[in-house]
């Protein structure tokens, strides 16, 4: 729930006319009354706004793609280091073998590296257009190429981040958890 | 900045970008082991005191603006220990070796990318191998080409690792 601007613009509407005429006491006294009210309409808003977030972070089926298996790990760690609940984690060592996966598992939230043997990551998201699995699903590229082709490449073909490494859980954190709330 | 780094820049545009990018290296390396390993690197004053004795070799290619290979060397010991360091949990047995060599290897690998993201035009006009890791010592690495090389030692938890670009063209 959030505060609501016509709350807002009542407590104004009342507190200007004092304000107007330099009643300080009065003006004091008022804000004083009205603003536990208001506090107490934003603590809730908080509180509904943590769980939604708590709710859209949980139980989240996950796609790594990698063929490193230390950085597969690695990306799971900073997932749940993110406060990420993470009800399944599916592994793949490259596109083609995600894309086997997807194939199989409906899954919430996919992280890919680019440069990978066998199928690379930006063939991999062209070809998970075709995957009914992942329709609506956010894709986050996580690469050690630094050049601007290959990410705006990636982001065209339906990436909605990537995350240059090296990177920290925080950096991981701030780009995937908008995405999930998002959705 | 370490000092040792920032030695004296002779007047030769040649030996001046080999300083620049030794010191692009030193950073590179520096931030993936500060961000992704946990352990910082510092650096060996005496690059040429750097043991030999290093069994664990990971290298990446290089392509584009800059061609050559990159190459971190260091013992087995050293690679279990970052791949401890990485993963959270030991992987000192034999039977870890695996995960030693990809975590020497995906360190190479960010090493090299994190490098030519450092270097003005290297950025968008080279690419990256995947990473290729040797064990032993009984290897002699050939090139075609009459290279030019540039090297930088560190330590990693008092133990040398040595960082090598071999530069095609």
Known sequence: ?183 | MNPDVTTTVPGNGYEQRNEEWRRALYEAAAEVFEMMVGEPVSLQEDTAAAPGATDTTAMVGLAGALCGVLSIRCTTSSAAGIASKMLGEPVQSTECIEQQLDALGEICNMVAGNFKARVEGLREQCMLSVPTVITGQDYCLHSLADNDRLEVALLFQGNPIVLRLEIHG
């Open chain 1, 1 to 183: 729930m959030a505060l609501e601007p016509a709350r807002v613009t009542a407590v104004l509407w009342k507190l200007m006319p004092l304000a107007a005429r330099a009643d300080k006491k009065a003006a004091a006294a008022y804000l004083l009354s009205a603003l536990p009210s208001i506090q107490g309409e934003q603590e809730t808003a908080v509180r509904a706004a943590r769980r939604t977030v708590r709710i859209v972070m949980a139980n989240i089926r996950a796609l790594i793609v990698d063929d490193s298996s230390v950085m597969r790990k690695i990306v799971e760690r900073c997932l749940r280091q993110a406060g990420i609940t993470l009800s399944a984690v599916f592994e793949a060592s490259n596109g083609a073998e995600g894309l086997a996966v997807i194939g199989n598992n409906p899954v919430d939230l996919i992280l890919s590296d680019i440069n990978m043997p066998v199928m690379d990551g930006l063939e991999f998201v062209t070809n998970l257009q075709a995957s009914a699995n992942a329709k609506g699903v956010p894709i986050v590229m996580i690469t050690t190429e630094g050049g601007e082709a290959q990410v705006t490449q990636a982001l065209t073909l339906g990436a909605k981040g990537y995350i240059r490494k090296p990177f920290t859980p925080d950096q991981v954190r701030q780009h995937v958890v908008p995405l999930l709330r998002a959705d």
